[in-house]
């Protein structure tokens, strides 16, 4: 069956540009989750939806980053006034509920580099 | 969520098992045992999870330690096609998972 994708597979971006990328989660999947890995690192957490509701964006590393998960499928990413630090691998996964017995699948990721 | 330790990388025959250590010392009683993998440009894939008793399935067996303060990861027959990085994970039953630097298990013919 499908997996979760995502696109752009890779993004190039110039500083302070703005950019949006898509996740398509499983479908029935509640629980959505973004993370972001920088190059030879493990991904890190960034936000986490059930359903449309983001119930925890603790790990957004700042105002410039923003998500959306409005009828509880689709989520997009959105990154105003790219910096160069942004630059890494974003990935979304999906889950049938919360742990403990629901596994997270992952997507391949959205490379973004930041010129 | 508690930390894990392990060893940076590791190199395995194929054909031959891999066990992969992971310390989590700090475990709390209410906290599992998550390993994923990620293959190069791919998304981490789930393995398996445990809470205290061993666990297997058609991938891999996970072994707990009866103080839960370590566990292997054990690929039985580890093939070209199980090089990656291995990440065991402690967490509650909340949402995220928290990845540490992994393992890069180099599986060589």
């Known amino acids: 069956g499908a997996g979760v994708s995502q696109s752009p597979r890779y993004k190039v971006a110039k500083r302070g540009q703005d950019v949006a990328l898509r996740c398509d989660p499983i479908s029935g999947h509640v629980s959505l989750f973004w993370y972001q890995q920088a190059l030879g690192q493990g991904p890190e957490f960034l936000t986490y939806?059930?359903?449309?509701?983001?119930?925890?964006k603790s790990g957004l590393p700042s105002d410039r980053f923003f998500a959306e998960r409005p009828e509880g499928s689709v989520s997009t990413l959105k990154i105003q006034r790219t910096q160069q630090e942004d630059s890494a691998v974003y990935l979304c996964?999906?889950?049938?509920?919360?742990?403990?017995?629901?596994?997270?699948?992952f997507g391949p990721g959205t490379r973004l580099t930041v010129t | 969520d508690a930390k894990t330790t392990q060893p940076t990388s590791m190199d395995c025959a194929e054909g031959r098992a891999a066990n992969l250590p992971c310390n989590h010392s700090t475990i709390s009683g209410n906290e599992y045992v998550y390993w994923y993998r990620q293959i190069h440009s791919q998304g981490p894939q789930y393995i398996i999870h445990?809470?205290?008793n061993n666990e297997t399935n058609e991938m891999a067996s996970l072994i707990i330690t009866e103080d839960r303060k370590s566990s292997t990861l054990i690929l039985p027959h580890a093939t070209l096609r199980d090089t990656a990085v291995y990440y065991c994970i402690v967490r509650v039953a909340e949402s995220k998972l928290v990845f540490g630097a992994g393992t890069i298990l180099r599986v060589k013919s």
């Open positions: 996964a999906s889950s049938l509920g919360i742990f403990p017995g629901y596994e997270q699948y």
């Open positions: 939806f059930q359903n449309e509701a983001q119930l925890d």
């Open positions: 445990g809470l205290k």
